[in-house]
């Protein structure tokens, strides 16, 4: 008993051979999925800690700012005005390395610079996940397509199968190689 499915068992071994190689494709992408989506969460947990750093240095340069307005407005007094200017001359240079400290990378300029990368960062990790996903989507429909070539024989199946393997390809060339370039991941 032969079937009756056009090439017998020659076509469902070459279905099993496509549906192997698009269960590959789709453990492939999968990981690479996994692999995007963990670095976009690392990269937004980074671009938060920066920001909240540059937040932090915001609020204490806005205080020392006050404090220092606020001394500006008190009458001079001979006995405490040379302690006030070394005290305003001394606040002056914390507040102007709180914005711009290149030695630490730990200024407001140079924290939020690293808050925007990591942002640039995560933003790449997610155009790549979302390839990644499609193309997975793409091979799981393949297989489920391919599958039903073998229970129907109508060997369209397998062909919609094997183009959407090409399709999950792409996907995740397009993953790899070119995130930003397709416009409906933006």
Partial sequence: MSGGHGGGGG???????????????LALAETLAKGAQTEALSANVESSNQWAYFQART????????????????PADAANSDAIK???AEWAKTMARWESEPATGEGRKELSEKARHAQEVRDKALHRYHHY?????????GIVLASAEVITGIAALVFGGALL??????????????PNVLPFFH
């Fill in 11 to 25: 076509s469902n071994k070459r279905v099993a051979l496509l549906i192997s190689v698009l269960a590959l494709f």
């Fill in 133 to 141: 996903e499609f193309g997975s989507a793409a091979f799981q429909i």
């Fill in 59 to 74: 609020i204490r340069t806005t205080i020392l700012k006050t404090a220092d307005e606020t001394l500006a407005l008190l």
């Fill in 165 to 178: 393997g090409v399709a999950g390809l792409a996907m995740l060339g397009f993953g790899l190689y070119a």
């Fill in 86 to 88: 070394a005290k305003r």
